[in-house]
Nanobody
């Protein structure tokens, strides 16, 4: 059974940092892009960041550029998300995802690009 499991969420004050981890089991995602999405209460799920299989190509939504960094541990099929200078508007459930196929250098923001999803981890930023 293929699983993606997020960890590292929690409660932090504005300006603080958190590091989210995404561990894969059941298969290796070597060659697959991985991404992070988030969903705030009452809002649709939105793209946050993504990285290709080698870690050389990344993509971020504008609101997190310069604050969040996605990286890639190809040996462990993980894609941690370092979040710095957190703001109350970053409060959401964060989901890890892996692309549906071996995507090479392609990295996309559309959720339909990703066929594997974790259950999510809550991030709450207090003002």
């Amino acid at each position: 059974q293929v699983q993606l499991v997020e960890s590292g969420g929690g409660l932090v004050q504005a300006g603080g940092s958190l590091r989210l981890s995404c561990a894969a089991s059941g298969r290796t995602f070597s060659g697959y892009a991985m991404g992070w999405f988030r969903q705030a209460p009452g809002k649709e799920r939105e793209f946050v960041a993504a990285i290709n299989w080698s870690g050389r190509i990344t993509r971020y939504t504008d609101s997190v550029k310069g604050r969040f960094t996605i990286s890639r541990d190809t040996a462990k099929s993980t894609a941690p998300l370092q979040m710095n200078d957190l703001k109350p508007e970053d409060t959401a459930i964060y989901y890890c995802a892996a692309s549906t196929w071996n995507s090479g250098s392609i990295v996309r923001a559309q959720s339909t690009f990703y066929g594997y999803w974790g259950q999510g981890t809550q991030v709450t930023v207090s003002s």
